[in-house]
């Protein structure tokens, strides 16, 4: 029973700091959109993208361009959120959970950056956008606000790690 306990402490730890660096990214983008006016995701599309797949559509000339899907916003801040779970979980795997005892910085950053990944050669291709954005009308533009946003995302990682370190020590960051 220990164990399991354990384990879905862990779960939620890990939820947490993914959770929370996703939403550092989000406010971070959106008090970015409002200061200097810069362009932002639309999840939607990326639920847009989401819901083509279950029809066998990977790619798209322009995923503006494609039909709408039921729910589509909602699937994609979803997905959002669940993707940004998984990078708290590779984190974690990478740097073990000690790292939740004694958050550092560099890893966390580390995490954020590889992020940037997922955009630039799978998401932006797929939406018809070239490989890192290169068919945009400005890439270097574009490659700046993901790189921004990711690592603003590895910030985030690192700061929700030292407030749940903070807020809600594991057991083993005590002894």
């Given amino acids: 029973m220990g164990n399991i306990m354990e384990a879905g402490e862990t779960l939620l730890r890990i939820l947490f700091?993914?959770?929370a660096a996703t939403?550092?990214?989000?406010?971070?983008?959106?008090?970015?959109?409002?200061?200097?006016?810069?362009?932002?995701?639309?999840y939607g599309l990326v639920g847009r993208w989401l819901g083509h797949m279950l029809h066998g559509q990977f790619?798209?000339?322009?995923?503006?361009?494609?039909?709408r899907v039921r729910h589509e916003r909602l699937v994609g801040w979803v997905f959002?959120?669940?993707?940004?779970?998984?990078?708290?979980?590779a984190l974690l795997g990478g740097q073990g959970l000690g790292w939740l005892c004694n958050p550092s910085l560099m890893p966390a950053l580390l995490t954020g950056l590889i992020s940037v990944i997922a955009p630039f050669f799978i998401m932006q291709?797929?939406?018809?956008?070239?490989?890192?954005?290169?068919?945009?009308?400005?890439?270097?533009?574009?490659?700046?606000?993901?790189?921004?946003?990711?690592?603003t995302f590895g910030l985030g990682l690192y700061a929700a790690g030292w407030l749940l370190m903070l807020l809600f020590p594991a057991p083993q960051c005590l002894g």
């Fill in 80 to 89: 959002h959120y669940i993707t940004g779970c998984v990078f708290a979980m």
């Fill in 125 to 151: 291709p797929a939406f018809g956008l070239g490989i890192a954005a290169s068919r945009t009308a400005v890439p270097s533009a574009a490659r700046r606000r993901s790189l921004i946003a990711h690592l």
């Fill in 59 to 67: 790619r798209h000339a322009s995923i503006v361009a494609a039909p």
């Fill in 23 to 42: 939403l550092i990214m989000d406010v971070s983008a959106l008090i970015r959109a409002r200061v200097f006016g810069s362009a932002s995701i639309d």
């Fill in 17 to 19: 700091v993914g959770m």
